[in-house]
């Protein structure tokens, strides 16, 4: 590329959301972006946007202006699909978009919660791939009363009839009679994996919902809604995998 083709990159990094040109080329001034690897320090710098790898402060920046992420609240009775050759109730009733999406991952038909959406196809494969341990937190509804040590079982690991499995993480989020609502994290990705895991320690799931992927949070989108995420969501999911 030469000097003359491409596009400054104060312009390609406020297009993609960073902040005002002013506010780009101080970031650039201060040593804080880098285009495929390297510091950036001229203001006149100019990058294909399509191709560049840039990153400000350590996080990628996504500048290919067709890429799309969502996040949506997967209702309970939904597949997690945008198709269903059975005629189930699928995501693709819940988006309106133009773009064709992928949906990151799946959850059960009886579960509700979190799932990510994305054009982005090599984000998306990292995401879901064993190796990169994307972390996912569950709200689980169980009955109690439970020991105190149940955590400390979980974090330690079951044996299930496809090998063993552990929480990351395990809280009590809250408690009415013997209504119980636990926080529950994990790495793995194996079908039914949080269903599973407490009905070996005996605590069958009575309602289960996913409120985060990796950097990713639910927060407080209603079921059957989506939203866009943020750059700085895009970034972190980039910085969990590596990208």
Do not use: W
Not at 125 to 142: D, Q, W
């Amino acid at each position: 590329m030469t000097e003359n083709e491409g596009v400054r990159l104060q312009k390609v990094l406020a297009e993609a959301g960073i902040g005002s040109r002013r506010h780009c080329e101080e970031l650039i001034g201060e040593g804080r972006v880098t285009v495929d690897g390297k510091k950036v320090f001229r203001f006149g710098e100019r990058v294909d946007p399509r191709r560049a790898v840039i990153h400000v402060d350590g996080k990628r920046v996504e500048t290919r202006a067709e890429m799309r992420y969502y996040a949506i609240n997967k209702p309970r009775g939904v597949v997690s699909t945008m198709a269903d050759e059975r005629g189930r109730k699928s995501l693709a009733e819940y988006v309106d978009v133009p773009e064709r999406l992928f949906h990151v991952g799946r959850l059960d038909t009886d579960t509700e919660g979190l799932i990510l959406l994305t054009n982005d196809g090599e984000l998306s494969h990292r995401l879901t791939h064993p190796s990169f341990g994307v972390a996912k937190t569950y709200l689980a509804e169980i009955h109690g009363p439970i020991p105190r040590d149940l955590g400390k079982r979980l974090r330690a690991g079951v044996t299930l009839d496809d090998g063993p499995a552990k929480a990351d993480r395990f809280r009590v989020f809250d408690q009415v009679g013997r209504r119980v609502l636990v926080e529950i994290t994990l790495h793995e990705g194996r079908k039914h994996i949080v269903r599973r895991l407490l009905k070996e320690v005996g605590f069958p799931v009575q309602q289960l919902a996913r409120i985060e992927f990796g950097p990713i949070r639910l927060g407080s989108l209603k079921p059957g809604t989506m939203r866009a995420l943020t750059v700085h969501e895009v970034g972190e999911l980039y910085k969990a995998v590596g990208l």
